[in-house]
């Protein structure tokens, strides 16, 4: 087009970014690719292709690991852990190093993730790499900080990392920055449609003197993850990709010990208020929908708009959508780029053909041949339909109406997952009391896919867990210090031949609801002394009773809302209530177990002591303000997990308390399964809590087999966590049933060590980021 006939058409002109030095770069390495491995290039071996999604063509060739390099990756990381580990000023430094050689490369690396991906130049240049380094950087300070900010934390290991294609590079600097800034060393695989900013990550990985093998990068489809997954010598894995493979991974990895974080999908609400600024609402919903394609895990792909601006909403949306450019993504004037590839392509085609006759299908500008899909907007949806539910990754908004505030939240939170929100109004009051509502882990108040290497970023539901970035980030990198030990669970005394007779038949009931209930299979177990002096009965719970007890605790959500003030004080009242009965409770555990007069004292004083340090921390877990670089602050709310199944360990009373006190004390309700040997201290705490004003339903204790328990607890879909200090065999159970709806975990392996508070009420935790409007 000429420049006469731009200015007669009004029309963009090509503003083509050039590929010729990312093909160079290509050229430059004989178009085929082997792994990083051991701070090499490996040769290549069985190859796959890369492709250009926009034009089809191949790009380059790329390896399909198979065992003997995942082997050598995992071996050339273990190798390098220690000595990495040992000096996080030196990791500073490489970090920083990699921060800046990105930003001196972000050119190449911008154009080249175009070109593999089909996301528009302007973002890949403006977003994608620019957060890169803001990451880097961001982790280099963290290193520099450990040592004296993190003193009771070390690394974990060799942490497996597996990668989607929506955000390569970006995703990569997620999962490597703070894996490398704590001391691990990874190896990574990126998404099979998209590895090469991960092998030109490799080279600036040399260039910044990143020693041997601290990053390893293996190319190749889901069964080089899997390898990866199940490789015995990798402590953790981070996974960012879709809810089935998260599931899958969750499954293979139980029981292994490995540590997991989940980032999954999404079906992220957009709410927009009738007095919201509508113009900026639009232009958000550009952002949150249209951006990158709509592949974006918290795409803003359910619009929830309040009726009476509806019909004018959709109108100056579709308003809007016509004039978005759809085309060549190194074109700089273009917003919607092409597909990542014809297989996601046929996935978006299929879902739309299947749920778009249920509302009606707004697509106001073509796609041109190829492997685009238009902008598109289904409106008069209703909350339950297809494309209200289903994860689509693509650039399509499904749309409903609601009426009032309190209808938004029911039908936003009307989903299975739980990774973000947007809220829309001018009203500062009706902002706030809608974000603590909404069932996410990220929370933008007018605005959308907004990140930054400070906030946290992480779901809840079956959006995973774990969050990437700021403080909290770190979590998911690192242990406590010291070394963990073998449990060994303790065994019931068993009956002797020749029975003691008691008068009274005592047996001691589940406690649930606040009330003494019996259990539903009507049996019990007789429980004795060392010396087999029958103390008493206990209750054998069943499934029906943990259902009773789940419900129990769904039922006590107005502890959740009580103010930390009144759950310190309530908490402080069951400590004074135990110290009132310290010398029946430490008979009691004396009795039970043999053990000294002494030790069953201090298990009682160590039990208050506890209970004492959660009421204290009730009020004292602050959350943040977070320093991002706009106008904004993002604020790291620390919210309750919900309801919580806890296994005891067999100290009768320490083991409780331990699960009870920091659960409650973050506003969880509990469903604690006592000591599997020990039960009967449990069953006489019902009565102190009965007289400390504990609301009923916030505590709820069952005593009975663990294993036969632990099944039906993990599986339970109202269950928001599980924790498990029981023996080695139900840590397993509990992980793999926990795929079901994706709930967190928290158990031993078999192993036990001394947690800090900090992380104890991390686990009874989740953070939530919210993302305000602020300053100039
Ligand atoms: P995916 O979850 O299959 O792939 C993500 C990564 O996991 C890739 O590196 C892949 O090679 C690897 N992987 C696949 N199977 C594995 C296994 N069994 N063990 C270990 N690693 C494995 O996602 P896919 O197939 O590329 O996309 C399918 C759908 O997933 C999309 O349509 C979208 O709805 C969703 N998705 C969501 C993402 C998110 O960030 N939430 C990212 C990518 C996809």
Redesign the pocket.
Known sequence: MSVKEIFETMDYGDALESAAEALRWLMDNGDRFGHFIGGKMTEPGEVFEARNPATGEVLAHLTQANEADVEAAVAAARKAQGKWAKDSKARARVLYALARLVQKHARLFAVLETLDNGKPIRESRDIDVALVARHFYYHAGMAQLMDAELPDREALGVCGQ?????FPLLMLAWKVAPAIAMGNTVVL????YTSLTALLFAQICQEAGVPKGVVNIVTG??AV??MI?THPDVDKIAF???TA?GR??REATAGSGKSLTL????KSPYIVFEDADIDSAIEGLVDAIFFNQGQV?CAGSRLLVQEGIAEDFHKRLVARMSKLRIGNPLDKCIDVGAIVDPV?LD?IQNLVAKGGPEGTVHQPVKAPEGCYYPPTLISDLAPSSLLMQE?I?GPVLASTTFRTPAEAVQVANNTRYGLAASVWTENVNLALDIAPKLVAGVVWVNGSNIFDAAAGFGGVRESGYGREGGWEGLMAYTKPKGKATAVKPAKAHVKPDDIEVLGLDRTAKLYIGGKQARPDSGYSQAVYSPKGKLLGHSSIASRKDIRNAVEAAQKAGGWTKATAHNRAQVLYFVGENLSARADEFATRIRDMTGTTEAKAQAEVTGAIDTLFTYAAWCDKLDGAAKPVPMRGVALAMNEAVGVIGAFCDDRPLGGLIDVIAPTIAMGNRVVAVASEAYPLTATDFYQVLDTSDVPAGVVNILTGPHGDLAKTMAGHLDVDAVWSFSSAEISGGIERESAGNLKRTWVNNGQTREYPARDWLAQATEVKTIWVPYGE
């Not at 980032?263 to 999404?266: D, P, R, S």
């Open positions: 597996i990668i989607p294609w929506n695989k990126p998404a099979e489809d889901g993850g899997e997954v960012t990709g879709s493979v899958r991974i980032e999954l999908g999404g895990c996601q996935r994860e990754f």
